[in-house]
């Protein structure tokens, strides 16, 4: 008879979660409870049953193999009789390696009577008695199994969510590689060409042979060199500035006072390389600049998955053009960001999942179903606001942000509350920035 086996602590938050091939089996939660004999009196079964307060049934056991079930109030009801007799000849057995998901599948769906009752354990090689299983606790054990099962999942969407933002990143980082290549590149083509120029200056001064036209050329050229090198310094400082900030942000949380249209600024510059490459054009208008206390790492996370996902899934072979706006506004005490495409637009039925997590229409093809899902938890929880979304087949996506100036001390997220339904500020016609695509 094996021994007893307590049922688990409930996991707690501060516990590991637990793996997820750690299937759970039904000898975790079964008891090493003594068999009655089927000789035995109901009467004595009586006297068993009362040091066994939370108990409701025992199984009755001949030649170390179990053959029925007597529960407590047919012992009590035929105290007369012998247990053989009284007992339900049909309990439910089962092998004490099975899995406990399936024993609880089984008994909702074929055997409910042992909810009440249990289940008795055998040892699957022989078949003798190993266990018995009451009805609360096979409740208790499915109903941990369950929190532990749900505990690993969410640490795993947890670390799926990070690894989504540093892939992010990586991808700002290679763009930002090959953009500043440029600028460089140019600069010290012009600082080769003004070194060898010096030489040759130099060679023609010491020879005696100088003249006021070789010096005039020089001093051109010089200058020409010279305005090469800063304006492309210039522009690479300008990347690395703009690469710093968006990389700060976005590799940390840290509250600080920032001028949104800026940030959406800052991010398209960072983002010119992937955005060059796309056919569609992507357009900004600052409405009305505001002074947000808030998280721009995390905000820029947020603007970026919403207008790589525009340019991922709103454009394809049947619609391989287009333009994706994204407008600022400020409104009372809020922000409201909208980013809008032309593109092919969401079923109806997907438009409900869109912030599910795991949720893609992409899988196999690069898709994860965490961008959405990362923006929606990160609007709601970090920047304390709300998103909306409305779409059309053919007719593109808009997505609203409404996210307060000051970023609330307790971060709260509500999935019910709703945007306005359709409601995408409106695109004033100058443009700040406009990058992508062919003019």
């Known amino acids: 008879m094996s021994a007893t086996q307590p049922l688990p602590d409930t996991p707690s938050s501060a516990a590991a979660p637990a793996s997820m091939a750690d299937t ?15 000789k035995l009196s109901c009467t004595a079964a009586v006297l068993k049953f009362d040091g066994l307060p939370d ?39 089962l092998p004490d390696d099975m899995p406990l998901e399936t024993v609880s599948r089984m008994v909702a769906e074929r055997f409910p009577r042992a909810l009440t009752y249990g289940v008795i354990t055998v040892n699957p090689e022989t078949g003798h008695y190993s266990g018995f299983v009451p009805g609360i606790d096979l409740l208790r054990g499915t109903l941990e199994q369950f929190e532990s099962t749900l505990s690993f999942l969410r640490a795993a969407q947890g670390d799926l969510v990070q690894a989504e933002k540093f892939a992010s990143l990586g991808q700002l980082v290679a763009g930002i590689a090959h953009e500043i290549n440029t600028p460089l590149g140019i600069g010290l083509t012009a600082a ?6 010096c030489q040759s200056f130099q060679q ?7 003249k006021r036209s070789d010096l005039t050329g020089f001093l051109g050229t010089v200058s020409e060199g010279a305005e090469i090198i800063t304006a492309n310094l210039g522009r690479a400082a300008e990347l690395v500035h703009s690469f710093k900030q968006v990389a700060a942000d ?98 109806p039925s997907h438009l409900p999942r869109i912030f599910d997590p795991f949720f893609t229409t992409k899988r196999g093809q690069g898709g994860t179903g965490l961008g959405l899902h990362l923006v929606y938890n990160i609007v709601t929880q970090t920047l304390g606001g709300r998103i909306g ?17 000051t970023a609330p001390d307790r971060m709260l997220g509500d999935r019910t509350a709703d945007v306005g339904r359709g409601s995408f500020p409106p695109l004033a016609e100058p443009t700040i920035v406009s990058v992508g695509g062919s003019a």
């Open 24 to 38: 759970w089996r039904l000898d975790r939660v079964a008891l090493a409870l003594e068999g009655l004999s089927p």
């Open 389 to 405: 979304c409305t779409s059309a087949v053919d007719m593109g996506t808009a997505f609203t942000l409404i996210i307060p100036l």
């Open 204 to 210: 023609l001064s010491e020879s005696g042979g100088l």
């Open 250 to 347: 976005q590799t940390s949380a840290v509250r600080r006072s920032f001028r949104v249209g800026q940030l959406i600024e800052d991010l398209i510059s960072s983002l010119s390389p992937r955005l060059r490459k796309a056919t569609q054009k992507v357009q900004f208008t600052c409405l009305a600049d505001a002074e947000m206390d808030s998280f721009p790492g995390p905000l820029g996370q947020v603007i970026t998955n919403l207008l790589l996902n525009a340019l991922t899934h709103a454009y394809d072979a049947a619609h391989p053009d287009g333009m994706v706006e994204i407008a600022v506004e400020k409104k009372g005490t809020n922000v409201v960001i909208g980013i809008k495409d032309d593109g092919a637009g969401i079923p």
């Open 55 to 93: 108990i409701w049934a025992l199984p009755v056991v001949l030649a170390r193999k179990p053959i029925g079930l007597l529960a407590r109030s047919t012992a009590r009801s035929n105290l007369q009789e012998m247990v053989g007799t009284a007992m339900d000849p049909r309990p439910l057995i």
């Open 192 to 197: 080769t060409h003004l070194t060898e120029r």
